[in-house]
């Protein structure tokens, strides 16, 4: 199979993260739960998870890197955790429902108010519009880094700056972006972060993380057992536990740490080199076929490493199902949880197939795969 | 190490539940995200883990088996998603901070009321006292299947009987019990079972569930992407998807499901049987020791794989470090998040060494355990 639904889970991780979950697997104890080697093995381990991801993404204190089991929960926890009744939210129609979903609950039943921010026919926004948007009673923008439908990056350093000049929080989805791109929390003016583990990042499913910036402080959606402080009859207020109640996955958390190194190993410019020559290879043959509409902005400088298409106005699902039946390759059709999007695109009933590359493709796999639309789109007219 | 706290996590997986992650980490795309091969043997093996523990757990409808990161993000969501302003609720001091501090909130924020079950010396709940606790506005009864601190097991059939008369909720955390003693919802009346995957389940941490029994309304507390319905503005209300935003673990579900089949192919019985052998030769020699307080119900017929204890006065951190770097025996002492069971005990100050047993353990670790404590309580007189 040749793999290119990397948008949705990397399927092939680095040799290093198995090796550390199967390490993890025969020797974690209980992080916080004991003092004992085995707990103390899994401390460590977590507390070296912290550190390395807070340097990852530039975030200033490793105990306000709080792991979750996805960027929805990371989301969940960011939206409803610091919004309340009256707040107004920007936010934008590249967002996914890991974002949209949890808006439109808090708009729904406690009272906020949301805009969003346009797109144009290349699922760009608008950062004036954007800026125009901000009111009185504006508290938060909440943004996507790239659009998980057309790859477009959003300019979060500017949006950053938006922020921090009307005092606001930025809450970004880094689902598509981390460890594809360099994300510095500082520098680009992020307030909260939410990350996942398993798509660019090539860790384990099941983890992700939020990363807090400053003193901002976020209710938990969950209390529990934290380990510490027993006798509290609520979640205690530090952070991370004030957010991570119950076992950690100490598992996961060793597969997540071991990619993250490995992508400092790498070097995540390498990275991201690799994975644009990929996309832009692959995109220079697909966009010249006849009757192939290529969707995204593909004149910026930097994007995630996305091509979503449709060839004529076949059914976006009766492509991928082509693809992957008679070539063998793994792409998604459909609406990619991203309704707002493909309604600026035009492509709420098509969908559109997406190509995602990752760090293990090949400039042959993409051959392959644009060689393979192009049969497909020549069929169409026989 | 001689590893006895298996009640915190089991460190000792079945050699089945590293080889299914292992494979799982090379081949596993994104459930419910795509139609290619990847993506289709990551729903399949979902598929095929929820008809395993539904069978596992007596649980009549495999799609209200619902997947969470732990058995603390289950109670939370079991409770929050169910309780409403006015609702009573029974619950007992047995409980973990994962069922109390939910329940505290709730009660706190929601406006819900709560009574506490008292347990009497040995850690026991009076079933009589519990039924009297039970009112017009009484909703539902939140209960442990095992402490986490004594081992002590609750009659949840008998207590689920008293749920029937009333038409009451049962949440039941079998935190402790699942994967240790044979669980039938539908026999003793469970209307939500609360677990976590990574103790006597025996698989990897960052998993765990609940399983719904019947025609309950759960609302969840996260939103976002389901992989369908993706116009719906809010979480679809199909069961699971309702309760499952975001992407699964499906590599740690790939290591939970190898588990279950472990258990079940080893047959549960048998695990109880050779648990509870353990938990008696331990106990037979460390209840004859001088100045040792064993805590707990050991004339029940059957209990949970636990011995907690103190010696003399000492503080329970203290002996659980020296069983840690004087013998290598790995215990949990302190509060265990158990803060109304240490009150009834009258060990919130001193705590309680607690040794847990699983299946990997053997009689002579039993012993050696045995004979550590027996030299610190002599070494106390010297």
Redesign the interface.
């Known amino acids: 199979?040749i793999?290119l639904?990397n948008a949705?889970?990397t399927?092939?991780?680095p040799p290093c993260?198995?090796d550390a979950?199967?390490q993890a697997?025969?020797?974690?104890?209980?992080a916080s739960?004991?003092?004992?080697?085995?707990?103390l093995q899994s401390n460590r381990l977590i507390y070296r998870a912290r550190r390395t991801l807070a340097d990852f993404f530039g975030c200033p204190e490793s105990e306000k890197v709080i792991f979750?089991?996805?960027?929805?929960?990371a989301?969940?926890i960011a939206i409803q955790g610091t919004l309340r009744k009256g707040d107004h939210v920007v936010t934008t129609v590249l967002e996914?429902?890991?974002v949209?979903?949890?808006l439109?609950?808090m708009e729904?039943e406690c009272g906020i108010t949301l805009d969003f921010t346009p797109a144009d026919a290349r699922g760009c926004i608008d950062y004036e519009q954007l800026a125009h948007l901000i009111r009185k009673d504006t508290r938060a923008i909440v943004c996507t880094h790239a659009s998980n439908l057309t790859g477009n990056m959003v300019d979060i350093a500017r949006v950053g700056q938006l922020a921090k000049e009307h005092g606001l929080l930025l809450i970004v989805d880094a689902s598509q972006t981390a460890g594809a791109v360099p994300i510095d929390m500082e520098q680009m003016g992020i307030s909260i972060l939410c990350f996942?583990g398993?798509k660019s990042m090539m860790g384990?499913?099941?983890?992700g993380g939020m990363c807090i910036h400053g003193e901002i402080e976020v209710e938990p959606?969950?209390?529990?057992?934290?380990?510490v402080q027993?006798?509290l009859?609520?979640?205690p207020r530090e952070y991370p536990t004030r957010l991570e109640?119950?076992?950690?996955?100490?598992?996961?958390i060793a597969?997540l740490l071991a990619a993250a190194e490995f992508i400092n190993e790498t070097g995540i410019d390498v990275i991201h080199t690799h994975e644009m020559a990929l996309t832009r290879r692959f995109y220079e043959r697909v966009v010249h076929i006849p009757d192939v509409t290529v969707y995204g902005d593909f004149e910026a400088t930097t994007r995630s490493p996305i091509v979503a298409l449709n060839i004529g106005d076949l059914d976006s699902?009766i492509v991928?199902?082509e693809?992957?039946y008679s070539y063998g390759?793994?792409?998604?059709?459909?609406?990619?949880?991203?309704?707002l999007m493909h309604k600026a695109l035009g492509t709420?009933e098509q969908g559109a197939v997406r190509f995602s590359f990752g760090y293990f493709n090949t400039p042959d796999e993409c051959d392959e795969a644009a060689e393979a639309v192009e049969q497909i789109a020549q069929r169409m007219h026989q």
Not at 245 to 252: E, K, S, Y
């Open positions: 199979m793999y639904d949705a889970t399927m092939h991780k993260v198995t979950m199967i697997l025969t020797s974690l104890g209980n739960r004991g003092a004992h080697e085995g707990a979750t089991s996805n960027s929805t929960e989301l969940n996914h429902n890991s949209l979903r949890p439109y609950r729904q996942t398993h384990p499913q099941g983890t959606l969950k209390e529990g057992g934290s380990g027993s006798f009859t609520r979640q109640a119950g076992t950690l996955n100490g598992h996961g597969g699902a991928a199902d693809l992957a390759i793994a792409t998604r059709a459909g609406a990619h949880c991203a309704p709420g």
